[in-house]
């Protein structure tokens, strides 16, 4: 559909705004949430192209651009963007963040990013801040902006930080990790001293220490100042509300004290608190906005994270009890899961694979066979020789497993590997016939762990091989049914 310029109400200074995004849903979202600001005039553009085109006669105060787009991209948009207009702000619009991309996007002069799925108030937030700071930048800012300019530096500081924290956080990560994270954040916006986070059970009242970040010595002056303290915490639970405390007001505390409330779903996960600041000085207001805007995210972050799990871990367990019906019939099964999983992470972790790896690797160990559930029992537990229909309705498995698979878009790294385990280096395996490297790295890994683990047990139709035979094998069939550095790696930890 041509998208008509769609000019919202507008004011003489209204801000000139161009969104470009080729998947329309995406695109209208945007204009709307934008059209809701009168102060805001937006026009559209469905590729990078279209954008240069309308470029070509309008300018713009902001662009908001996908990175993903058929033809152009939006990285290429981006270059193109501050080859003209270098004062031009440039939010960038991801799917799939990695911290490598988001540097490169800084330095080609991107001001934001935002991950898709984004929350719109947070798109509103990064548009206002950065539409403020371009007008900053023209020549009649007086001192008094220089002034909130430094403010303005400072929140983009945080956007771009939590943004870099937003992209880890993809990643699983352990919550101490995440937890660590927003307490150096903290520390580092408002130049405190120390900042903890303690987490609180609503069932027995108490506040859990979780992470410290700096200076710890000297964290309480006595007894009763830690029981006051906590007496503040109990007021941030309870009303649900951060407290900015300097030593005027309650002098019998601490030394200038923020205190925030980590909140999931309107229920208390913890409480941030922040004591002391560097110079001495006494927290001011804009450092408390400083801290609930990062308490904020960080609590968007958590429950996105924790929803995250929950859905992963409903996910697991569908699979799991799908994995006990096909080993219910096949005791074999059961124990070759168990142990290619365990072999299969001790590789990946030998060949220096990263954390997500392994745990990709983890997961597609258990399920790499769950296409079996459509081998009838006659078939999967015959104990003479298949005839060849019967093989192959066995070598169906890594497909009909993709296709299990194929609806959890969270496991598509999981799916590729159960589809490729019984791919060949030399292209002759099966489904797909890929050869080589264009077979998945940890298919390739898993392929070698696989046979082993099946050559070394009993099987109902053979026995078992000794262990050196079996790496005899693995050594004979490098290079043409295995990946022979793989082959070398395993053979070395075996
Ligand atoms: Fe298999």
Redesign the pocket.
């Known amino acids: 559909m041509p998208h008509a310029v769609r000019l919202v109400r507008h004011s003489k200074e209204a801000k000139k705004i161009l969104v470009v995004d080729d998947y329309s849903p995406t695109r209208n979202l945007i204009i709307e949430a934008l059209g809701q600001n009168p102060r805001y005039q937006t026009k559209e553009a469905e590729t990078g192209e279209e954008a240069l085109r309308i470029l070509d006669s309008h300018s713009f105060d902001l662009i908001i651009s996908d990175i993903m787009m058929p033809g152009m991209s939006g990285m290429e948009l981006l270059h193109a963007v501050r080859q003209r207009d270098p004062a031009v702000a440039v939010i960038m619009i991801t799917g799939n963040p990695t911290t490598d991309l988001t540097v490169s996007a800084i330095k080609k002069g991107a001001v934001d990013f935002l991950t898709k799925p984004f929350d719109i108030d947070d798109l509103l937030y990064k548009v206002d801040i950065h539409l403020r700071r371009r007008q900053l930048l023209k020549p009649e800012a007086c001192e008094k902006i220089l002034a909130e300019l430094k403010l303005d530096d400072k929140t983009e500081t945080l956007s771009k930080q939590s943004y870099i924290f937003d992209s880890i956080e993809e990643s699983p990560m352990d919550n101490e990790i995440i937890f660590q994270k927003i307490a150096d954040l903290a520390l580092k916006l408002v130049d405190g001293e120390v900042c903890s986070i303690m987490l609180f059970d609503e069932q027995d009242n108490e506040f859990h220490d979780k992470v410290t970040s700096g200076k710890t010595s000297g964290l309480y002056q006595n007894a009763t100042q830690e029981r006051r303290l906590k007496m503040i915490f109990n007021e941030v639970v309870e009303r649900r509300e951060a407290v900015l405390i300097n030593a005027n007001d309650r002098p019998e505390v601490a030394p200038s004290l923020i205190c925030a409330p980590l909140m999931i779903r309107n229920n208390i996960l913890g409480i941030l608190s922040i004591r002391r600041k560097k110079n001495r000085e006494a927290f001011n207001k804009k450092d408390l906005h400083h801290i609930l805007s990062l308490t904020k995210r960080a609590s968007l972050n958590l429950e996105n994270k924790i929803l995250y799990e929950s859905i992963y871990l409903n996910i697991m367990d569908t699979l799991r009890s799908l994995i006990s019906s096909i080993q219910a019939r096949d005791h074999y099964t059961e124990e070759h899961s168990r142990r290619v999983t365990d072999e299969a992470v001790r590789l990946a972790e030998n060949l220096g694979c990263t954390q997500k790896e392994i745990e990709s690797i983890r997961i597609a160990s258990v399920l790499?066979?769950v296409g079996k559930i459509a081998v009838p029992d006659s078939i999967l537990l015959k104990e003479g020789k298949l005839t060849e229909e019967e093989c192959m309705i066995i070598k169906n498995?890594?497909t009909i497993g993709e296709n299990i698979l194929k609806p959890i878009t969270l496991l598509a790294d999981e799916r590729k590997i159960v589809q490729c385990?019984?791919e060949r280096w030399d292209g002759k395996g099966y489904p797909l016939g890929l050869k080589g490297e264009e077979i998945p790295l940890l298919a390739r890994v898993m392929a070698v762990v696989?046979a082993f683990d099946a050559m070394t047990n009993n099987r109902t139709y053979r026995p078992a091989m000794p262990k050196e035979e079996a790496i005899a094998e693995l050594i004979a069939n490098k290079s043409t049914q295995f990946d022979p550095d793989i082959v070398d790696a395993y053979i070395k930890i075996i």
Request: zero cysteines.
């Open positions: 790499h066979d498995h890594p385990h019984h696989d």
